[in-house]
Each structure stands twice: as C-alpha cells, then as structure tokens.
C-alpha cells in the first residue's frame, strides 16, 4: 500500500511540474491551482508512504518516477529528445525502483 | 501581459541558490519523516528551496540544475537517514546511487529539443 502511495506521489509530482510550465505559459488561477493541487497533493502522499518506508528509498524513488514522468510529458507534449539514452535511463530507473521495492 | 521580469542574476549566484535549495530540500524531506523537524521550518524550508531553483533555473541550464539538484537531496537524505536511523544496507545504497546514475543521465540529456 506505501509502495502505491509513493507512486502515486511521484506522479501527482509530474501534475505540478506541468503546472509550472503551464503558469510560465499563461499564469491564470486554472493552472495555477493544477500546480498547487499537484504539489500539495503529492507532498501528502510522500508524507504517509514515509510511515512505512524509508527516507533514502522513499526520497529517491519519488525523485526518479518524478523525473520519469517528467520526460515522458516532455517527450509527448514538448517536444523534447526521445534519444536511446534517455529511453534506457527511463528503463534504468524503473529497474532500480523495483529493486529498491524487492529488497524493503 | 506586462508581467514584471526578475531581475537577472548572475550565473555564479544561480549556482549558490541551487546549493543552498539542495540543502533546503534535504531538510525538508527529512522532515516529512522524522518528527524531530518542527513542522514550521520543514514548511519554509520547502517554499524557499522551490523559490530558489526556480530562480536558479532562469539563468542557468535546466537540466545540469535540476541533476544537482537531485544528486544532493538522494545523497543527503541517504546520509540523514545512515545518521539517524543507524545504517542503510549496502545493497539499498547500491540500488539509490544506480538510481540517482540514471535519473541524472535523464536530466542532463533533456536539451535535446527543447523549444
């Protein structure tokens, strides 16, 4: 259930940064509360997976699907680089979560 | 939109608010966990870190700030809990730097088409 929690915390983290670039854009309420909604969201469920899982593990883990999902939006929506190497640091980050998900 | 713009820093000042909202993002992660943080200082310690990356991110590289930015709050947090929580196992500290390795890889490959 932490496990859940986390991801999901690492994802609603995406909403926010999108948020941010959606407010550089056009700074109305409507994105600016989809950055805040994201964030403040976010940081509760990193807060309650923390119950049971570990700062280091949980910090990275939310980091790394953060910066995940960051690219993929990236990639799909503003155009940025979809080169093999950030393709395999996508796969390699998604190895380690679940390693780090295997060994807790 | 006649918005006011920041006034540029300099590029040397950027680098000096990445550090100090790296470190600010250590504290409060930390706090998110361990209750010795008084919640106050754990709240301004998370505005001020984004306030400053997101200064620091107008003057400088978007991607090289944010991979420092990164690296600092997984190794800090590995070390506050190594401090607080009396040791990480090997094979977990491995598995964060693998991971810490590519989601900097990711970051600093992000120019690419951007714009």
């Known amino acids: 259930m932490s496990w859940m929690l986390l991801i999901a915390a690492g994802l609603l983290e995406v909403v926010g940064v999108i948020g941010i670039k959606l407010v550089a854009r056009n700074n109305n309420w409507f994105n600016n509360i989809i950055l805040i909604a994201g964030f403040i969201s976010s940081f509760q469920l990193l807060v309650r997976a923390m119950e049971t899982i570990p700062l280091a593990t949980a910090y990275a883990v939310w980091t790394g699907i953060g910066t995940v999902g960051a690219a993929v939006v990236g990639m799909i929506f503003f155009k940025e680089s979809k080169s093999w190497i950030r393709i395999g640091c996508i796969l390699g980050i998604i190895f380690s979560v679940v390693g780090l998900k295997i060994v807790s | ?115």
Not at chain 2, 12 to 40: C, D, N, Q, T
Not at chain 2, 87 to 110: M, W
């Open chain 2, 1 to 115: 939109m006649a918005e006011k713009k920041d006034k540029r820093i300099s590029e040397s000042r950027a680098w000096a608010y990445v550090l100090l909202g790296g470190l600010l993002e250590i504290v409060w992660a930390s706090g998110f966990k361990y209750e010795a943080i008084p919640s106050i200082v754990v709240l301004v310690s998370l505005i001020v870190s984004f306030d400053l990356i997101i200064k620091a991110t107008k003057v400088l590289p978007v991607g090289t700030a944010y991979a420092v930015f990164a690296g600092m709050g997984t190794l800090g947090t590995t070390v506050v809990e190594i401090v607080l929580s009396g040791g990480v196992s090997v094979l977990r500290i491995v598995l964060i730097l693998t991971l810490l390795a590519f989601i900097i890889g990711l970051k600093l490959s992000s120019k690419g088409g951007e714009s």
